[in-house]
């Protein structure tokens, strides 16, 4: 008891102990691991294998930045300069984010330190889509041999879901008699809640394949694009540069627009939020139909011929 001890007294114990916890808190940090360490542990936590390689990749970002440091000595300020310098997609950034949020929730507790507690998301910038004729896909799907693969980049292009919506699916989602798919919610963006889908009878083709072949279940996006691409070469169309998979997607969404004129309807088959995302896949599509509406003016169909100035 430190009752009835002098001023001075009670000081000098105040630092003995400042100091005594002082330096236990340094022999603790040498004994830490490092950010670099800490990654594999917190990978073991993750029972999957696919979402366990996506957040290694995700990770690598930090590892590269913060590889030597305690982590728990890495500050706010400095994620958020990080952050800043990663040149990625939205999409991509936001996993990064997150994923950096998830370790140090599972590593620390949930009301533990966690300098990305307020990192905030960036907000993602709608280009416009890109979309491929189908005369020129159905060339190319024709080129590749049958496949979980085949049939995967099938379901894309006759139902218009992303990948990850197809990775997603059960058997139990495929009501192909009734020409309905049952898609799971949507993480992306602001989010979109599971709801049945019509099924065009080009897609419920797709979805029987791909039921026969058992395309069930995680997969990763480079076996999508080594097949793709294998089509194309051995298909021999030309396409632009960079054409992925997921340009498939946006093929399928821009013709419905393309035969329909109906934005709602893109809408409620793209799994998007708002209308802003679906705006893209109109904006292909008016594009075309104002070339040719204004090739069909007869006004305009040949060049005036300049009139001569009178003398």
């Not at 590892?63 to 305690?70: L, N, P």
């Not at 080009?202 to 996006?221: C, D, K, M, T, Y």
Request: glycine share 6%.
């Amino acid at each position: 008891s430190y009752k009835g001890r002098s001023r001075d007294f009670l000081i000098t114990e105040r630092k003995r102990i400042d100091s005594r916890e002082h330096l236990k808190a340094e022999r603790t940090a040498a004994r830490a691991d490092t950010f670099a360490q800490d990654v594999p542990q917190y990978l073991k936590t993750i029972p999957s294998d696919s979402h366990r390689r996506n957040a290694a990749g995700y990770l690598a970002h930090w590892t590269q930045a913060f590889a030597d440091r305690q982590r728990d000595s890495i500050t706010e300020l400095e994620v958020k300069a990080r952050f800043a310098e990663i040149d990625k997609a939205a999409s991509t950034k936001n996993h990064i984010r997150r994923e950096l949020f998830v370790f140090y929730q599972t590593m620390n507790g949930r009301h533990g330190y966690n300098p990305a507690l307020h990192l905030k998301a960036v907000r993602e910038r709608y280009q416009d889509a890109r979309a491929l004729n189908y005369d020129v896909i159905e060339r190319i799907l024709a080129a590749i041999q049958p496949s979980p693969s085949k049939a995967r980049l099938l379901v894309m292009a006759y139902t218009g879901l992303p990948q990850t919506l197809i990775a997603k699916l059960r058997p139990s989602d495929l009501h192909l008699e009734q020409k309905t798919i049952y898609v799971r919610p949507r993480r992306k963006g602001a989010g979109v809640e599971g709801r049945e889908l019509p099924l065009s009878p080009a897609g419920v083709a797709a979805l029987r394949e791909f039921q026969r072949l058992s395309a069930f279940g995680p997969f990763q996006n480079r076996q999508l694009v080594n097949a793709l691409n294998r089509g194309i070469k051995a298909s021999g169309v030309t396409v632009p540069d960079g054409t992925r998979p997921y340009d498939l997607r946006h093929s399928f969404l821009t013709e419905v627009y393309r035969q329909t004129g109906d934005l709602k309807a893109v809408s409620k088959l793209g799994m998007h939020a708002t209308l802003e995302q679906t705006a893209r896949y109109a904006q292909g599509a008016v594009s075309e139909r104002a070339t040719k509406a204004v090739a069909s003016v007869p006004r305009f169909a040949a060049t005036p011929k300049p009139r001569t100035a009178r003398n």
